[in-house]
């Protein structure tokens, strides 16, 4: 069966003809190119099963429902294109010689945007601006960018007013500049769903910066091959399909740069569950990751370094406790080995408490330092592991504090 362009051109002009079912065409062949910009056509549009050798052209169309299920054409534009209610395209296959297979930028679907089924796109399909008023499907299917972009799907600013899945054996594949998967700055109202599916580039898959997620996010890491960028991303309730550890792993060594949010984010979330443990290695890990990619100088690196091995960054002050024991030790240790201390053994390590603790003094009897070159040694150490002791009690106090106030 064959039917021209033109034919299916006039017929939706002439709209108020149709039934109200609208016009019906399946397993047809069109000849000539179809074009359908600017038709206004309160009936719904079926080329169900069809193919064409030349791009479908919709741009600024309007249409009730518009089914483009299994067309086999080299691409479709529709950008500005207005369905009231779904606009499927399951299972098409669109090969595109140019860079998009689908150019669909600042579309308004009133129902769900169907590309699932196995839907196969040689070429940018791009949703730029485009407002979805239920659900984008993306279940199983097929891209691959071409072209210097090079994203499989660029859909900068969507807004989508339940879910998005690009799960169920979704995939994406990035060939040029942009991440596989750019969606910076879109809106879901619902979940955010990535659970069985493949996001793969030389450089980033997937681009999420920006994303709000209305509830949840199913993330798992195992199908993302390259960086992933996460600045901005905002969620509900605790990630899924991933374990704390996976994050921490994906958040240090798979992220472009060192970026504050995502940490935040992962902690707050972690936090409101009341997982406090979890809570202290994600904060533990941001200071590490802080420390060896973020923008800190010489002496502030440093500074964050004793802070990190002494009191984990006030995440775990029970560090500076360890510290301060081993101050006292090495302060017996020198006390009692020196032979420099004249008393008792007992009295000898009662003086050795007494020069270095900060807080606590215990008998030590008649000590006396012999005025020796090792006495003024004992003299000099104790007097350094007394500033070591004040400092690790001090450190302990102030990350115990801190660590209270954070848990109030």
């Given at each position: 069966m064959e039917i021209t362009g033109d034919e299916i051109r006039r017929r939706m002009v002439e709209f108020e003809s149709l039934d109200p079912g609208g016009l019906v065409v399946e397993g047809a062949r069109i000849v000539g190119q179809l074009d359908l910009s600017d038709v206004v056509a309160k009936r719904p549009l079926?080329?169900?099963?069809?193919?064409?050798?030349?791009?479908?052209?919709?741009?600024?169309?309007?249409?009730?429902?518009?089914?483009?299920?299994?067309?086999?054409?080299?691409?479709?534009?529709?950008?500005?294109?207005?369905?009231?209610?779904?606009?499927?395209?399951?299972?098409?296959?669109l090969t595109s010689e140019e860079e998009y297979a689908l150019h669909a930028r600042g579309i308004r679907v009133g129902g769900s945007l169907y590309l699932d089924e196995d839907f196969n796109a040689t070429g940018t399909v791009e949703l730029n601006g485009a407002r979805i008023g239920a659900v984008l499907y993306c279940r199983g299917a097929q891209l691959r960018g071409n072209g210097?972009?090079?994203?499989?799907?660029?859909?900068?600013?969507?807004?989508?007013?339940?879910?998005?899945?690009?799960?169920?054996?979704?995939?994406?594949?990035?060939?040029?500049?942009?991440?596989?998967?750019?969606?910076?700055?879109?809106?879901?109202?619902?979940?955010?769903?990535?659970?069985?599916?493949?996001?793969s580039s030389s450089d980033t898959a997937l681009d999420l910066r920006h994303v709000q997620v209305g509830t949840e996010l199913l993330m798992?890491?195992?199908?993302?091959?390259?960086?992933?960028?996460?600045?901005?991303?905002?969620?509900?309730?605790?990630?899924?399909?991933?374990t704390v550890d996976e994050w921490l792993s994906l958040l240090s060594t798979r992220t472009p740069n060192y970026s504050t949010q995502p940490w935040v984010q992962l902690a707050d979330a972690h936090a409101?569950?009341?997982?406090?443990?979890?809570?202290?290695?994600?904060?533990?890990?941001?200071?590490?990751?802080?420390?060896?990619?973020?923008?800190?100088?010489?002496?502030?690196?440093?500074?964050?370094?004793?802070?990190?091995?002494?009191?984990?960054?006030?995440?775990?002050p029970a560090l500076a406790l360890l510290w301060l024991a081993g101050v006292l030790a090495l302060s017996v240790g020198i006390v009692t080995l020196s032979g420099a201390v004249r008393c008792s053994a007992v009295e000898q390590v009662g003086y050795?408490?007494?020069?270095?603790?900060?807080?606590?003094?215990?008998?030590?009897?008649?000590?006396?330092?012999?005025?020796?070159?090792?006495?003024?040694f004992v003299l000099a150490s104790t007097w350094l592991l007394q500033i070591l002791a004040w400092a690790f009690a001090t450190l302990f106090v102030a990350g115990f504090t801190g660590l209270v106030r954070r848990n109030a």
């Open positions: 079926v080329l169900r099963d069809c193919t064409t050798e030349l791009p479908v052209v919709l741009d600024r169309a309007q249409f009730a429902l518009l089914d483009l299920s299994r067309l086999v054409a080299p691409m479709v534009r529709a950008n500005r294109l207005t369905v009231d209610h779904d606009l499927r395209l399951s299972g098409a296959r210097g972009a090079g994203a499989a799907l660029y859909a900068v600013d969507l807004h989508v007013g339940s879910a998005v899945f690009l799960s169920n054996g979704f995939s994406a594949v990035g060939t040029g500049r942009y991440a596989a998967v750019r969606i910076r700055g879109a809106k879901i109202d619902g979940q955010l769903i990535l659970r069985d599916g493949r996001f798992p890491f195992d199908g993302i091959e390259g960086q992933v960028q996460l600045e901005g991303l905002t969620y509900q309730g605790l990630p899924r399909d991933a409101a569950a009341g997982n406090e443990r979890d809570v202290r290695r994600i904060r533990v890990a941001q200071q590490r990751d802080l420390r060896r990619r973020g923008q800190l100088s010489r002496w502030g690196r440093t500074w964050h370094f004793v802070r990190g091995v002494t009191v984990g960054h006030g995440y775990r050795a408490l007494n020069v270095a603790t900060p807080l606590v003094k215990v008998d030590a009897g008649r000590c006396t330092v012999a005025p020796s070159s090792a006495g003024q």
